[in-house]
């Protein structure tokens, strides 16, 4: 539960930075994730109107509906800006707020915001609460949980002190715990026993996220810390059958087949979403995270890569992705 928003399953999709847009989300959603949360979005960009943001980053597909609530996630690191902004995502149907006070990202941090907001705690608890008190949807009040990370530098615990005040002065619903320091970014483990202490010291739920790379590291990070819940991001780039394993109890890997069958399925998204021309560019991230599931050669792969990297229009994709339909596929 976060207050009183119901989340089916402990399994949850990551924000994921310049990726997680609504069908992205709804493809965690097929596969079993039981919340999914928007990529990073800027409480300015919306406050001030910017018609991508509002139009693109805010879009919720009522498709998405069907696993599980949707959540919004908010930088910044200006109380009123952040107060206006939840309110637009409120009106524009999400079930919740994340508010980003973790990410490392040198642009983001020299604004204030993302993990900078963890060396500004009163900041940050104004931040929170003014987020609170601007998400008002249909239903009342939108939870609000803040994602963030162990601290700024290796050794500090800092993060941890900001939750609980998050918890108790802003009224958090949940807190979203990165044990990584900001400055290490994505590199080194996890202290996972970190996290551990923090579920014994917040009064809130903790859902663990960070280094959650395959079924069994996040079945023992769940075991080690007593998290509430997990959020996987990078684990889950091109394997949405990571959902299946932990929600389902999935064994397998996928055939060639459900892999090509999952990036038709994503060409065809994209191209809803941003039109032929732009589906062409955007997709051409999704194409690293995919391939080496096709079980093809070192050679085939890197040619198949350059191939759909060159690729100028969807029909040229569609071709190259269609040759690989061969008697392998078949068997699977």
Known sequence: MLGNLRVPNRVLLAPLAGIGNWFVRLQAKRYGAGMAVSEMVSSHAVHYGNRRTCTEML????RERAGGPVSIQLFGEDPEVMRSAAAQVARAGADAIDINMGCPVRKVCKTGAGAALIGDPDRAVQVARAALDGAVGEGGGLPVTVKLRSGLRVGESSGLLLARRLVEEAGVAAVVFHPRPAEVQHRGAPDYELAARAVAFL????????????????????????AAAVMLAR??????????????????????????????????????????????????????????????????????????????????????????????????
């Open 59 to 62: 879009r919720i597909d009522p």
């Open 203 to 226: 009064p809130a739920p903790v859902i663990l996220t960070g280094g959650l790379s395959s079924g069994e590291r996040v079945r023992e990070a769940f075991r080690a810390t007593g």
């Open 235 to 332: 684990g889950v780039l091109g394997n949405p059958w990571l959902f299946s394993a932990l929600v389902h109890g999935r064994e397998r890997a996928p055939a060639r087949a459900e892999v090509l069958q999952e990036l038709a399925w994503m060409i065809e998204r994209a191209s809803e979403h941003l039109g032929e021309m732009r589906a062409v560019r955007y997709l051409r991230k999704f194409y690293p995270w995919y391939i080496p599931r096709l079980a093809l050669g070192s050679a085939e792969a890197g040619e198949l890569q350059a191939e759909l990297q060159r690729a100028e229009t969807l029909a040229e994709v569609r071709a190259l992705l269609a040759r690989q339909q061969g008697p392998l596929a078949q068997a699977a």
